[in-house]
């Protein structure tokens, strides 16, 4: 086989579809969040960031840089090695009995992402619990999809977020056999929320484990940012929380929050956890600062949810599609890969606006789009400047506005 020619050809069939992936090439500026430098061929550009996962700017929170700073003086770089070995640290520790106070569980256990929380934890419930079924959404993120597969187990898909296609799909399974339901609240691409008293009123039914992934509700839902199942009430009614340290919290790692001896098993027996390297002690205080303060303070969230409502309400008047959904996530749809993409660089090369095109596989053919995420660092002036480039673009690329007397 000629290894490097089937490499190119592969690359070109992808860009010939129009979903060859670009990245942005950016430096963020911490103190002016959401303004960054691009760097381009020859030189930089300021751009506006309107993709961010960093849904409320604790990437430059005072508090988590100086927590970050102090720890890299105390402690150094690394953590030094896996937890296994030689590298649980103090602020490890520190930072598992803050999650774990978060989500009113026993105990909590980190990981490096929130892509190997998911993957290891699910792949060794999964594995370890024998004959255990893993009923999993069917729109649930790749880390999990890859943890179940892992795993090895039985998996049955279930219609996405639909609690009667879950019973019917746990009533036809021998009652006997062990059950871990999947799913996540916030789905990060249309923006839904999960019906989750109802999902997990049918996981009680039939007494099946359930497993929540709050990734893009972790900092933003609940009074002390506990995710959509603390607003709810229902924490204490789910096995496992999982969330992500790298999007709300502003810092990177993931995390599982469960029972003593759930997250005890996990440790004992997740590849994932055991031969990895743990997050730097500075990572792990940077989170733990962060985490604290979201527990302490609405005021972030409040003006989150006020400037995504100011967003959608302009795209509405100027009848721009957009999904309506009850989160802070606005896609808005183009539904053609070439076009998504085009868009995509005029708004970055004419107005300095970042919007990364979302193409397959990360969203069904037909449905590409423009994910945005308005932020507390968001000005009227930047606001203002989105909604006038997009509805210039779109009356450029004549795209198709919604019915204005809707
Ligand atoms: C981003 C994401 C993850 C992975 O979290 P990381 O900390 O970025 O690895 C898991 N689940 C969902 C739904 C996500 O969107």
């Known amino acids: 086989m000629n290894y490097e020619a089937f490499f190119g050809e592969e690359l070109a069939a992808v860009r010939e579809e129009g979903r060859y992936r670009v990245f942005a090439e950016i430096e963020r500026k911490a103190g002016s969040f959401p303004y960054a430098k691009r760097y381009i061929e020859g030189g930089t550009m300021d751009v ?27 402690c150094g770089a690394g953590a030094g090695g896996t937890r296994n070995i030689s590298g649980t640290n103090h602020h490890h520790v520190l930072l598992e009995a803050e999650l774990a106070d978060l989500h009113h569980k026993e105990d909590a256990l980190l990981f490096t992402s929130g892509y190997v929380s998911n993957w290891a934890a699910l792949g060794t419930l999964a594995s370890k619990i024998p004959n255990c079924v893993v009923l999993s959404d069917a729109l649930n993120h790749a880390s999990m999809i890859e943890g179940i597969r892992h795993s090895r187990a039985t998996c049955k898909v279930f219609e996405h977020n639909s609690p009667e296609d879950l019973d019917r799909k746990l009533a036809a399974l021998d009652p006997d056999l062990p059950k871990l339901v999947a799913f996540e609240s916030v789905y990060s691409m249309d923006g839904d929320i999960a019906p989750i008293a109802e999902i997990l009123d049918v996981c009680e039914k039939h007494n099946a484990m359930s497993y929540i992934d709050e990734v893009h509700a972790v900092g933003l839902y609940g009074p002390r940012g506990g995710g959509v199942a603390e607003r709810e009430g229902l924490m204490d009614r789910i096995t496992v929380i999982e969330g992500t ?92 890969p070439h076009k998504c993409k085009f868009i995509s660089d005029w708004l970055m090369d004419n107005h300095g606006i970042y919007v990364q095109p979302i193409n397959y596989p990360t969203v069904p053919r037909g449905t590409e789009r423009l994910r ?35």
């Open 245 to 336: 340290l790298g999007k709300a919290f502003g810092v990177m790692g993931g995390y599982i929050a469960a029972s003593r001896d759930l997250c005890d098993f996990v440790r004992t027996f997740a590849s994932g956890f055991i031969f990895s390297t743990a997050i730097p002690p500075a990572v792990a205080a940077g989170a733990c600062a962060s985490i604290k303060h979201l527990k302490a303070s609405n005021a972030e969230r409040e003006q989150h949810q006020a400037r995504v409502a100011k967003v959608r309400g302009a795209l509405d008047r100027m009848g721009i599609p957009h999904i309506p959904n009850p989160s802070h996530i606005i896609p808005v749809m183009v539904g053609d």
């Open 48 to 74: 506006t960031v309107w993709c961010s996962n960093d849904y409320l700017g604790m990437g430059q929170h005072p508090k988590v840089l100086d927590a970050m700073h102090r720890v890299i003086d105390e």
């Open 372 to 406: 945005i995420t308005p932020s507390p660092v968001h000005s009227d002036g930047d606001i203002d400047k989105l909604l006038n480039a997009l509805s210039e673009i779109w009356s450029q690329c004549a795209l198709a506005r919604r019915d204005m007397a809707a």
